[in-house]
Every structure is written in structure tokens, then in C-alpha cells.
Antibody
């Protein structure tokens, strides 16, 4: 069965960086893209960008462009999302999700809480 | 960017009620719409894609329809486990955008 297992919660200071991992299993990694979505406490869902599992091509949302890097490791079927220069408003649960049919998001990781606080 | 306006932001209903949630896109999204259910502290769960196609395993009390800019999710008879939050997602264009969410509460 398809599974996406994310790394554990992180606490970071403003200005620091965080790297969240998303280890996948149960499907052919290179046949699907992966997306990252975040959710601030009590708020809605915000798309951050995506990465191709095939060739690593990326597309980022404008509001994180320049601070985010998404990568993959096809040897371990793992995706990574690094966010730099963290601010307090980056405090959120970060989700990875598989992209089905190059379109919607079908399977999701359990989420990783990133807290940015001095 | 395509704006998704979801309404209502919350609603109160009773077990057995029929409820409808709406998402309106700022432009034609050509049925490129998905609906998600999110329980507190959990990841979103796909209910519907392509505007009206139920994901495997989703109970038949859920249905969805729409075209162009206007889309609806209907729960025909609310069950206790349905009192959670629902989001729409448009995937017609990048950036992908979600509706603001609808919290379904017990009356």
C-alpha cells in the first residue's frame, strides 16, 4: 500500500533553516510527483510547490520562492523540503502528498510540525 | 492565481441532515476540482476528484457535482464521523489553490 512517512517535529529559531523528509513506499517513486502543503495553526491549507519524482523538476509557490528547495533521493524514494530564513509565520504543519495523474493529491504524509520561536 | 471561494465557512447540522458545501472559482477550472476531508490533527483525505468522481472507499452518502466555476459537495445523511472540516482544491492551474475550508459542526 502507498505510504508517505514524514520526519519528526522541529523547533527552530527565526532565521534558521529546516529540512523535512518524506519517505515513500508502495509505489514506483519515479512515476509520480510529490507536493508540499502547509497548514498554520487553526488555518487552511497552503500549497508550497512540487517536485517531479522522475527528473527532479520543481515549481514553487511565489510566497516561498527563494527560501524553499525541494529535492528527491531516488535511491531511498525520499523527498525533502528545506525552508530557509524561517520566520514566526512559517510555524505550521508541513505535509507531503503524492500527485496523482499530474493533478490532484491522493496520498498524504502524516504531517510534520515546524515551530519557529525565539 | 485562481481564487477559490468556499462557503459556508462553517455550518451546524444534525445527524441525518443533508448538507451542501460550495466552492466557486475565480475562473473556469474545467472540472479540475478535488474535495478533501480533514479530521483534527490528521492529514487531509481525498474524497472526490475530477469534480464528481468518488475516491475508492468513500461512502456513497458523499456526492459532488459542478462545472465551470461552481462546484458542490453534498453529504446526503450526516453521520457522526462527518462532523469535521472539508476543503476544495483546484488543480486546473498553478499555483494550486484551496478553498478556505468548511467546518461541519453538530447542532
Amino acid at each position: 500500500q502507498v505510504q508517505l512517512e514524514q520526519s519528526g517535529a522541529e523547533v527552530k529559531k527565526p532565521g534558521a533553516s529546516v529540512k523535512v523528509s518524506c519517505k515513500t513506499s508502495g509505489y514506483k517513486f519515479t512515476a509520480y510527483g510529490l507536493t508540499w502543503v502547509r497548514q498554520a495553526p487553526g488555518q487552511g491549507l497552503e500549497w508550497m510547490g512540487w517536485i517531479s519524482g522522475y527528473n527532479g523538476n520543481t515549481k514553487y509557490a511565489q510566497n516561498v520562492q527563494g527560501r524553499v528547495t525541494m529535492t528527491t533521493d531516488t535511491s531511498t524514494n525520499t523527498a525533502y523540503m528545506e525552508l530557509r530564513n524561517l520566520r514566526s509565520d512559517d510555524t505550521a504543519v508541513y505535509y507531503c502528498a503524492r500527485i496523482a495523474a499530474s493533478a490532484f493529491f491522493d496520498f498524504w504524509g502524516q504531517g510534520t510540525l515546524v515551530t519557529v520561536s525565539s | 492565481d485562481i481564487q477559490m471561494t468556499q462557503s459556508p465557512s462553517s455550518l451546524s447540522a444534525s445527524v441525518g441532515d443533508r448538507v451542501t458545501i460550495t466552492c466557486r472559482a475565480s475562473q473556469d477550472i474545467r472540472n479540475s476540482l478535488a474535495w478533501y476531508q480533514q479530521r483534527p490533527g490528521k492529514a487531509p483525505n481525498l474524497l472526490v476528484y475530477a469534480a464528481s468522481r468518488l475516491e475508492s472507499g468513500v461512502p456513497s452518502r458523499f456526492s459532488a457535482s459542478g462545472s465551470g466555476t461552481d462546484y458542490t459537495l453534498t453529504i446526503s445523511s450526516l453521520q457522526p464521523e462527518d462532523f469535521v472540516t472539508y476543503y476544495c482544491l483546484q488543480y486546473s492551474d498553478t499555483p494550486r489553490t484551496f478553498g478556505q475550508g468548511t467546518k461541519v459542526e453538530i447542532k
